[in-house]
């Protein structure tokens, strides 16, 4: 590996971390025993984006952590499920076994999965991607997101509120105590 500092070829490396589709590694130059970092990552056929108008251009995985990271700003989303989205929509588009795919399909890819993470994040990104003509149909898509969000929350059992008991409040003999008769400190 060449040096960025001095430009010499012998390099150690010093520690090797395999982090998901990537192994991180430390090194120090040989001759000038500046330290750097590199990272190694499986190079697959290259992937081409079909856009919109048509243009062709190579696939750029930054493209998409860029979309996602604006989308999540400011929401309490892990950095490691934003890495883990953007790595699950990259091995679904390898997955696909084509050498081109529609910039669409990537944009769905990225939806699906920023609905489950963050509903605010999908709003955000579909916002920019769908370019919704008007508020009118930005709402439309906000009220479809709310009636599949009451649905869900209907099929689940409910959980109770914290401190609800299963019961009546019961004293130490197992006799049912009336509600005015616990003094609470």
């Known amino acids: 590996m060449k040096c960025p500092y001095c430009g010499y ?26 330290r750097f970092s590199t990272v190694e990552r499986v190079v697959l056929h290259e992937l081409m984006v079909v856009k919109r108008d048509g243009r062709r251009e190579p696939f ?35 997955r696909l076994g ?16 920023l609905r489950k993470l963050d509903d605010i994040a999908y709003i955000r990104f579909a916002s920019v991607y769908r370019s919704y003509p008007d508020i009118q149909a930005m709402r439309q898509e906000m009220d479809h997101l709310l009636q599949n969000d009451q649905a869900d929350q209907s099929s689940k ?20 105590v009336n509600s005015r008769d616990v003094h609470r400190e």
């Open 9 to 34: 070829v012998e390099s150690r490396v010093t520690d090797s971390r395999d982090q998901g589709g990537a192994i991180h590694r430390r090194r120090r130059c040989e001759r000038c025993h500046q």
């Open 60 to 94: 750029k995985r930054e493209k998409i952590e860029t979309g996602v990271r604006h989308a999540c700003q400011k929401r309490p989303i892990p950095v490691g499920e934003l890495e883990a989205l953007v790595e699950d929509v990259e091995n679904e588009l390898y």
């Open 98 to 113: 084509t050498a081109e795919v529609e910039s669409r399909v990537i944009g769905e890819l990225v939806m699906e999965r």
């Open 157 to 176: 059992p409910r959980a109770k509120a914290s401190g609800q008991a299963d019961g009546p409040i019961r004293n130490h003999e197992g006799a049912p």
